[in-house]
């Protein structure tokens, strides 16, 4: 069975830090890209960090120099580290696995973790 769990949302002020975790279960984490995703009310889901297999990162605009992500191959986790957090951070955050055809890989979704930043 496929689980994507997140966790480490809440609440906090303007200018402050969170770290989001992803634990994945049932999948071939070690060759998955993952990403996070998140979603503010009345808008579409936006794509803000991916990290590859490898390791190479990369970052929406709006969240770079302000999140890191990263992961854990030995603990099948993958993180997003937020800094400098705005109100407009405010939204569900949410892991994926993206689908690989090549390699068969089916695309995975996490139940998602509220993030509120305060002003």
């Known amino acids: 069975q496929v689980q994507l769990v997140e966790s480490g949302g809440g609440v906090v002020q303007a200018g402050g830090s969170l770290r989001l975790s992803c634990a994945a279960s049932?999948?071939?984490?070690?060759?998955?890209?993952m990403n996070w995703y998140r979603q503010a009310p009345g808008k579409q889901r936006e794509l803000i960090a991916t990290?590859?297999?490898?390791?190479?990162?990369r970052y929406a605009d709006s969240v770079k120099g302000r999140f890191s992500i990263s992961r854990d191959n030995a603990k099948n986790t993958v993180y997003l580290q937020m800094n400098s957090l705005k109100p407009d951070d405010t939204a569900v955050y949410y892991c994926?696995?993206?689908?690989?055809?090549?390699?068969?890989?089916?695309?995975?979704w996490g139940q998602g973790t509220q993030v509120t930043v305060s002003s």
């Open positions: 994926n696995r993206p689908a690989v055809v090549s390699l068969g890989l089916v695309d995975y």
């Open positions: 049932g999948i071939s984490f070690s060759i998955s890209a």
């Open positions: 990290v590859r297999s490898g390791g190479i990162t």
